[in-house]
C-alpha cells in the first residue's frame, strides 16, 4: 500500500521560513518524480514544485521562485520543501505527490493528505 505522509507543517510568522517533509511508503522511491501540490480555501490546487528522480528540479512555480526549495533523500524515501520569506498567501494545506502522470504535471498517481501551512501577517 502505497503512503505519502505530510510532516512540517504549522504556523509561522510573514518573513520566516518552514520546512516540510513527506515520508513515502510501499513505492520504489528512488525512481518517482515526486512534487508538492497547494491549495487554500477558495482556491484551485497549484502546482508549487517537482523534482526528479535524480534530484533536478523540474519545475518551480513562479510565485515561489527566489523563496522555496524541494530537494528528496532516495535512501531515506524523504521528500522535502523548504519554504522562506514565507507570506500570508502561502498559506494552504500542501500535498506531497509521486508518480506524474502528465507532462505538464498537472496529475500525479499519488497523493499524501496534506499538512497545513499558515502564514500570519
Known amino acids: 500500500q502505497v503512503q505519502l505522509v505530510e510532516t512540517g507543517g504549522g504556523l509561522v510568522q510573514a518573513g520566516g521560513s518552514l520546512r516540510i517533509s513527506c515520508e513515502a511508503s510501499?513505492?520504489?522511491?528512488?525512481?518517482?518524480?515526486m512534487g508538492w501540490f497547494r491549495q487554500a480555501p477558495g482556491k484551485e490546487r497549484e502546482l508549487v514544485a517537482v523534482i526528479a528522480a535524480g534530484g533536478e528540479t523540474l519545475a518551480l512555480a513562479d510565485s515561489v521562485k527566489g523563496r522555496f526549495a524541494i530537494s528528496r533523500e532516495n535512501a531515506k524515501k524523504m521528500l522535502h520543501l523548504q519554504m522562506n520569506t514565507l507570506k500570508p498567501e502561502d498559506s494552504a494545506v500542501y500535498y506531497c505527490?509521486?508518480?506524474?502522470?502528465?507532462?505538464?504535471?498537472?496529475?500525479?498517481?499519488?497523493w499524501g493528505r496534506g499538512t497545513q501551512v499558515t502564514v500570519s501577517s
Open positions: 505527490v509521486a508518480g506524474a502522470m502528465k507532462r505538464d504535471y498537472s496529475e500525479f498517481t499519488y
Open positions: 510501499g513505492i520504489t522511491f528512488s525512481v518517482y518524480t
